[in-house]
């Protein structure tokens, strides 16, 4: 596709970021394709809302040459035929009935992606996990749908990417929840489902709106950012504690490179990445 | 009621004998009761290693209900 316009606007809500981006640019919606760069929180009594931020482009509908590694926009997949469709946000008015759930029947379960390391089994049970998942969403009254796409390059080494059951929809902030709190029980959850009904091990990984994917395409710059600093002035320095996952993207984030290294210390909630200068 | 079909859906999905899975709710005042029953040999099924998969039912609830309290016991 080409892009012609684009820009990223903001609104209280979703919704509203989109109606504002389609103003800016002078456009309908069937014209776009938007982005949610960020979902935005009501906060508590206002304080510590955030808004919403979308990024809206209008498109014509030619292939293109994936865009060489060197662009603003972070590029989460190499691959354009894994991620398939980028999350479409249908703004909806919240007075109108709602449409048939046309959401969930959209996208046949994708084949497995990964020609390297495509498991059938790893994708046989993703499968799975889309079914029950989709099902469990229903049961929470939320509207999405759920694709199968593969873990980005700041998440994980190419020969070692897991698969992402990526919930796509609208208004879906509540299923990430206070610290991710939300989307690690709905993981933890559709994991041991999955596993119980295929009496297997399995080890997906399940993101909302590609936020697990953003999450760490930040923390994989902020990362790189702290070692340019520790490789200038030669001292070690400790980033703030984190679970395992983001600990894990920081060490994968910083393992080539050439002056630094990376070491986790500290026990339980309060272990944390420190970079330090590599000897010698 | 929605949030007892949540709990019995994953309830079923969890466990060896499905059809022993049966949600009791109970209205309060403020409060609702959901009683989750499953069969013995699936009662660390659904409660996990320090309790991690109840809890975890319990964060999937909480959000399911938004704003009314919805307590959730297995017995």
Known sequence: MTVEKSGEFRGKTVEAAISAGLLALKVSREEVDVEIIRQGSRGVLGIGAEDAVVRVFTLRATPVEPQPAAKAEPKLDPEPTVRAAAPKAEPRSASQPRPAPKQNDVKAPLAAPTPANGDAKDSAAAQKGRELLLGLLEQMGLRANVEIIQQSDAEANADDRALVLNIVGEDLGVLIGRQNETLAALEFITRLMTNQQTHSRTGFVVDVNGYRAKRAESLRRLALRMAEQVAQNGRTIAMEPMPPAERRIVHLALQDHPTVATQSVGEGDRRKVTILPKKG | ?75
């Open chain 2, 1 to 75: 009621m929605k949030e007892r079909e949540l709990i019995e859906y994953v309830a079923r999905m969890l466990v060896e004998n499905p059809d022993k899975v049966s949600v009791k709710e109970t209205h309060g005042a403020s409060v609702t009761v959901l009683e989750l029953h499953v069969d013995r040999e699936d009662m660390g099924r659904v409660i996990g290693k320090d309790g991690r998969v109840a809890n975890a039912l319990r964060t999937l609830l909480r959000v399911a209900v938004q704003d009314r309290r919805v307590v959730l016991e297995i017995v």
